[in-house]
């Protein structure tokens, strides 16, 4: 049974917890935004659980799309469902009870945040698949990391104004440049089994689309900290995660599966550094 347990959580990814790191700083981000550095506990409460619970339902339906790719890559073959260690069926019943308890959290918020969680679990069911249809599953990823950030708005205040659609876009944009470094590990291997994604879409151009994509978030985030009048500390923040950009820049440069790893897992201080300078403005600032 011990043992058993110990599957589920390789399957959760919860000895990888760089995944629940990502999802969870943009979320900080809104939340901070939203309650002008005042968050409700019982808001922050829910959402730093249901981002481990929806981070953990998104691992395993991932690997239960793809159970039949994974044991091709080496990085992922001996993952529970590629080794055998968790049946399709176990990993689809765990899928299940790790989003009723995200919903269930969910239940105690407001109804804005209740109708906006279907479209959250929507993105994360169906992410999974897109790289059989689509060279740019990153996005759709994107879009279901991003989510949390309007529903962070609507449980705090109720509302989801133009400023939480722009932390939505930056979030979306920030995803897909570090989804990119990911995939870019595993393009040899994505490229043999058919498996498609930004890395293979954008060939020769990654580092220079993933540039663009790098200052696109700065440039709105700066937008932001313009429209919400932030102090000198955000734009530290700021200042500090353009000098992060570059350095993932510099790792992915000629583009070997570690550097590119190295850089993908960069982007958690690039999350930090960011949310360091909302939490210190709204501490000093305000």
Known sequence: MIQRIFNYALLMRLDRPIGILL??????????????????????????????LMRSAGCVINDYADRHIDPHVRRTRNRPLAAGLVSPREALTLFVLLCCAAFGLVLLMNPLTIALSFGGALLASIYPFMKRYTYMPQVVLGAAFAWAVPMAFAAQTGTVPTVCWL????????TVAYDTMYAM??????LRIGVKSTAILFGDADKLIIGFLQMGVLAILFLVGE???????????????????????SLIRDRSPGGCFKAFLNNNWFGIVVYAGILVHYLIDS
């Open 167 to 174: 932390v939505f876009i930056a979030t979306v944009l920030w």
């Open 185 to 190: 590990v595993d393009r040899e291997d994505d």
């Open 23 to 52: 999802l969870l700083w943009p979320t900080m981000w809104a939340l901070w935004i939203a309650s002008e550095g005042n968050p409700n506990w019982q808001v922050f409460t829910v959402f730093t659980l249901g981002v481990i």
């Open 227 to 249: 429209q919400l009048g932030m102090g000198v500390y955000y734009y530290v923040g700021l200042a500090c995660a353009t000098v992060l950009a570059l350095y993932q820049q």
